[in-house]
C-alpha cells in the first residue's frame, strides 16, 4: 500500500541536535517542508556517508524551508556517542532522531521486527504533515543528498503551481509541463 499522503501520526521523541538534547513532536513538523531519513543504526559503515553528505547540504535544505530528521532505532545517548566519536558526524547540525521504541519507524513503515532497526528510507513531508514523496532501498546502497534536494524542490514546485508537473530531471528554474486537462485525473 503507498504511503503518499499518509498523515504522520503524533509523536514525541528525543533527538540529539548541536551537543544538546530535546524533545522533537509532531507539532515541531507542521509549517514547513521536513525529511525523514531512516538509516539503520549508528556506528555502521554506509549510514555516514549518508548523513555526512545530507549535513553537506544541509544548508541548501535550510534555505527552502525545510528541516532534515536523521532516525534511527537508537537512542539519543547513542547519537551523542557517535557524535562524539565519528570526524563525518560531527559535520551533522541537524537534528538526530532516536527511535528505540521503533514508533517513527512503524509509522513510516520501515521498521525490520526481527532486526529491530529501520530499512534505509526517505520520506519527504509537506507543510500539513502529509508524506509527498518517498523512496525505501536495500540496507547496503546508500542514498544520494543532491537527488534528494532536488525532489524536495519538485515536491514544493508542484505544491506551489498545482497545474504543472515536473519531468525527469527537472531542476529549479527549468521547464515544467501543464498536462493537458483530459489527463489530469489519470496522473
Known amino acids: 500500500m503507498s504511503l503518499i499522503n499518509k ?18 513532536t509532531k507539532a515541531d513538523v507542521l509549517g514547513k517542508w521536513s525529511v525523514f531519513f531512516f538509516y539503520p543504526a549508528d556506528f555502521t559503515f554506509v549510514c555516514p556517508t549518508e548523513l555526512e553528505d545530507l549535513a553537506n547540504l544541509y544548508d541548501k535544505f535550510k534555505a527552502i524551508n525545510c528541516e532534515i530528521y536523521g532516525v534511527s532505532c537508537d537512542t539519543h545517548f547513542v547519537h551523542k556517542a557517535w557524535h562524539d566519536t565519528s570526524e563525518r558526524i560531527q559535520k551533522i547540525t541537524y537534528p538526530m532522531l532516536a527511535d528505540p ?22 520520506f519527504i ?5 502529509k508524506i509527498v514523496a518517498y523512496e525505501v532501498i536495500a540496507g547496503n546502497v546508500g ?19 498545482g497545474d504543472e508537473v515536473c519531468p525527469a530531471k527537472w531542476q529549479p528554474g527549468a521547464e515544467t509541463l501543464k498536462p493537458s486537462l483530459d489527463l489530469v485525473g489519470q496522473l
Open 7 to 24: 498523515e504522520i501520526s503524533e509523536f514525541s521523541v528525543q533527538c540529539y541536535q548541536n551537543n544538546a538534547f530535546h524533545t522533537v
Open 101 to 122: 521504541t521503533h514508533a517513527l519507524a512503524k509509522d513510516f513503515d520501515v521498521y525490520i521486527e526481527d532486526a529491530g532497526l529501520a530499512e534505509r528510507g526517505s
Open 125 to 129: 513531508v509537506n507543510p500539513e504533515g
Open 143 to 161: 542514498r544520494n543528498a543532491d537527488e534528494l534536494l532536488r525532489r524536495v524542490q519538485a515536491s514544493q514546485f508542484v505544491a506551489e503551481h
